[in-house]
């Protein structure tokens, strides 16, 4: 870790969440380190889906260039059988319980993934065959990647129309997944000496009193942080989600979730200010 003069001074430079190829980003780990610095971060966290398999290259990335790499991962997690998504921060990734649920994860994942191309084929799509080029990729599967998989098989015309017609909540090829719920979740990223984040909190589909109950059971639960700024969140979100970190005193944190310098609406870097009166995440790690 560099030297406390250098941390950024509120949240200008800070991006704590973004994805590698590791999960469904498009740039390698050393790619992106090497954008988010030119693009002006000094802190980012690599927080791929259910893996942290791209950190030790990012490390190496980030070694030669002033930027201060944390240690992240976004893991999916259910609370109350809705799909929600824990950012762990400033983890050690070697630690035994995290390692252990996150292999867990994967598992579920590619049975997950065996399920939907079972339903692309009940829809006369060649589910096999997707199911084969899936197996090559590296790394933890996610719907993108069955996605591009159908983009590339000119069955679809891009992303966007294969989760509309297959693969978003509720559509044919859609399968629920019971992730682990989101105390464990919690207790891993805690075991292994992180801070918990509850990402994009107002992208969830709930209800404003579900979502206090939400960030109420986070906090009981050793959450200690709300992604207050989110690239993936609606332009108006921002205000409620640091009214949502008030109430609960929690820390905040901003993150891009960049995925693919080819989508603009959610570049490296380039986020709101951190409301000045919600302690920074970074201020207790
Ligand atoms: P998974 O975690 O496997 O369910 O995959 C979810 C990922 O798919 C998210 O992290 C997004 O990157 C992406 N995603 C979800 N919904 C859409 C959508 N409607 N269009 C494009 N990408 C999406
Ligand atoms: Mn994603
Ligand atoms: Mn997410
Ligand atoms: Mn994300």
Same mark, same amino acid.
């Given at each position: 870790?560099?030297?406390?003069? !250098?941390?950024?001074?509120?949240?200008?430079?800070?991006?704590?969440?973004?994805?590698?190829?590791?999960?469904?980003?498009?740039?390698?780990?050393? /790619?992106?380190?090497? *954008?988010?610095?030119?693009?002006?971060? /000094?802190?980012?966290?690599?927080? $791929?889906?259910?893996?942290?398999?791209?950190?030790?290259?990012?490390?190496?990335?980030?070694?030669?260039?002033?930027?201060?790499?944390? $240690?992240?991962?976004?893991?999916?997690?259910?609370?109350?059988?809705?799909?929600?998504?824990?950012?762990?921060?400033?983890?050690?990734?070697?630690? &035994?319980?995290?390692?252990?649920?996150?292999? %867990?994860?994967?598992?579920? *994942?590619?049975?997950?993934?065996?399920?939907?191309?079972?339903?692309?084929? %009940?829809?006369?799509? #060649?589910?096999?065959?997707?199911?084969?080029?899936?197996?090559?990729?590296?790394?933890?599967?996610?719907?993108?990647?069955?996605?591009?998989?159908?983009?590339?098989?000119?069955?679809?015309?891009?992303?966007? $129309?294969?989760?509309?017609?297959?693969?978003?909540?509720? *559509?044919?090829?859609?399968?629920?997944?019971?992730?682990?719920?989101?105390?464990?979740?919690?207790?891993?990223?805690?075991?292994?000496?992180?801070?918990?984040?509850?990402?994009? #909190?107002?992208?969830?589909?709930?209800? !404003?009193?579900?979502?206090? /109950?939400?960030?109420?059971?986070?906090?009981? /639960?050793?959450?200690?942080?709300?992604?207050?700024?989110?690239?993936?969140?609606?332009?108006?979100?921002?205000?409620?989600?640091?009214?949502?970190?008030?109430?609960?005193?929690?820390?905040?944190?901003?993150?891009?979730?960049?995925?693919?310098?080819?989508? &603009?609406?959610? #570049?490296?870097?380039?986020?709101?200010?951190?409301? &000045? $009166?919600?302690? &920074?995440?970074?201020?207790?790690?």
């Amino acid at each position: 870790m560099m030297a406390e003069a !250098s941390r950024p001074v509120g949240s200008a430079g800070v991006d704590l969440h973004v994805h590698s190829d590791r999960s469904d980003g498009t740039l390698t780990p050393g /790619q992106l380190v090497e *954008r988010a610095a030119a693009a002006g971060v /000094q802190m980012l966290a690599l927080t $791929d889906h259910d893996t942290t398999d791209g950190l030790a290259a990012a490390r190496t990335a980030a070694a030669a260039l002033d930027l201060e790499l944390v $240690d992240g991962v976004e893991i999916s997690a259910s609370w109350r059988s809705q799909t929600v998504h824990v950012l762990g921060l400033w983890i050690d990734p070697a630690a &035994p319980a995290l390692r252990e649920g996150l292999a %867990r994860l994967a598992r579920l *994942r590619h049975e997950r993934l065996a399920g939907m191309c079972m339903r692309l084929r %009940r829809l006369r799509l #060649p589910g096999t065959e997707l199911a084969a080029a899936l197996r090559e990729l590296p790394g933890v599967p996610t719907r993108t990647h069955l996605a591009a998989a159908l983009v590339r098989a000119g069955l679809v015309r891009d992303i966007g $129309d294969a989760f509309r017609r297959y693969l978003g909540h509720g *559509r044919p090829a859609y399968q629920r997944t019971l992730w682990p719920p989101m105390e464990e979740v919690v207790g891993w990223i805690r075991s292994a000496g992180g801070h918990a984040a509850l990402a994009h #909190p107002m992208r969830y589909r709930m209800s !404003s009193g579900a979502r206090r /109950q939400l960030v109420a059971a986070f906090t009981d /639960q050793g959450g200690t942080a709300l992604e207050v700024v989110s690239g993936s969140h609606p332009g108006q979100a921002l205000e409620a989600a640091a009214e949502l970190a008030r109430q609960y005193s929690l820390s905040g944190t901003v993150g891009s979730d960049f995925h693919d310098p080819a989508l &603009p609406w959610n #570049p490296l870097g380039r986020l709101a200010k951190l409301p &000045p $009166d919600i302690e &920074p995440l970074w201020a207790r790690a």
